[in-house]
């Protein structure tokens, strides 16, 4: 989602700036463009589509300037055009902008009435018209800013230039991220600490509510209520290395190719690999006193969230609760006193995710957060977080991040088993061992994806496809619908396998792929029967299972993936890998663009 970068130093700015973006690209974004203060005044450029758009109005017309703000967009109000390209602004200021301004069209009409002239369709403008109008009124810049947010309805982050002050730039954090970089002689602002990493190590986050006032050489931080505060100063671990693709073509493909290692990672670091036991780290409330886990969070990270809730059901005996979270506060769920809030979130950012967080907070919740980006909101605003350690996931499509997802809360589900004294050490022992195995057989999918990749060209042909899956499984099969129409923009959907008939199976026909994720377990022999459901109403069954399940379906399936075999524990890790592999060759047959598909964001910041 948009990303916003704001540099203030002694040499160009505008170079360091495009550089920012570039590492902010991942969000996803529609346009981009920057502005800086030459000879005092404001000047942009700005672009449609991507970066190198934006690069190339830089050549023909470059910036110059010492202070410089930046932005890539992706648009909510207004399109994609480079007419509502960011930075907005008038001569007085430029703003640059990510999430909503709520208010936008009543101080709009208000704004236009006091005679102020827009020339964009977007929520943005208002902001530099208000501020504009201050000005105007005579406010000094500082002033103006803070009598602006004071006005401003919605949740955002923003940073704004002004005419004649090339040593000023001013940032807010209201509901969506903004990282302060410390530079020497150069002082930096980011929606994240990745964009900042190249300029500096040194960077302090906004808590919620604050703005800054940036120099070249100093940051003066506010709270909401404009009181002065400190923020503290942090090392990042962040590396200012480019973010590659390595030898592959796609980020996509990269990171699917990194599931070997990111599983073997998180397990190395959560099980003692002699002992078998698991290693937990400690935490500021004791597992075995929780009466009740509620998850929460959107999109791929709400399937992993799906199977944990599986996991720990059935393996530890807990109540557990999961919803999407941008449903979940609304519904003003009612939440035990000793409940747990459980998190999970790549990006840490997720605008719902981090509502829903606050809400278990509000609601005297310990808040556990299973994230990537341990530098995030949601890290700072939890009780405890457990890494997924997969490293920066690049590709918008989720890939890595979801089995590492999975991988944490498999074994986080066992550790809170061991706590209740739900499992013995011994059944602990087996799960863990079943666990182990994922990175070998993960690396002999990848290696072996010849007829993954022959089943895609049947799958590119169909207008809509349907997955299946049961128990732990059934999270498997949506995450697979969702990745096929997030890459490929097939239609899919994704059903648990005993809904079948109670309504979907009215769409089965010769045409229509009925993709089962089948493995040997506990439930198989129910999910073959739906199948065997399908297939007689003519629908082209497609089997993802280990070779006893192949078998046992050769009669019914069209076409059959062999998973090497697996404990049904461990089978919802090793099954999304080949899912989601499919996804991304037939997205490669379509033509699509894999790695930023349309109208999606990486980090969703809006609700
Ligand atoms: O950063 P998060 O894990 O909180 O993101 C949640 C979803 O936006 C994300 O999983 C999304 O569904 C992906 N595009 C799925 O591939």
Redo the contacts with the bound molecule.
Sequence with gaps: MCGIIGVIGTGQAAPLVLDGLRRLEYRGYDSAGIATLVNGHIERRRAEGKLVNLADALSQKPLAGTIGIGHTRWATHGAPTEVNAHPHGTARVAVVHNGIIENHAELRAELEAKGQVFTTETDTETVAQLVDLFLQNGLEPIAAASAAFARLEGAYALALIFAGHPELIIGVQRGAPLAIGFGEEAMYLGSDAMALAPLTRRIAYLEDGDWVVLSRQSAAFFNRDDQPVKREIKLTNLTGAAIGKGNFRHFMEKELHEHPVVIGDVLHKMIDQSSKMLVLPEFPFALESISRITIS?????FYAGLTGRFWLESLAGIAADADVASEFRYRAPPLDANGLGLL???????AD?LAALRYMKSRSQKVLSILNVPESSMARESDAILETIAGPEIG???TK?FTAQLTVLAVLALGIARARGALTDTQIAALTDALLEIPAKAAQILINDAPIRALAARIAEARDVLYLGRGACFPIALEGA??LK?TSYIHAEAYAAGELKHGPIALIDKAMPVIAIAPSGPLFEKTASNLQEAAARGGQIIVFSDAAGAAKLEKIAAETIIIPDIDPFAAPILYAIPVQMLAYHVAILKGTDVDQPRN?AK??TVE
Excluded at 297 to 301: D, E, L, Q, V, W
């Design positions: 969070a959107c999109g791929s990270a999970v979130s790549q990006s840490g950012e997720t995710t918008v499509a989720s991040a969702l990745k997030e999606l980090s969703v």
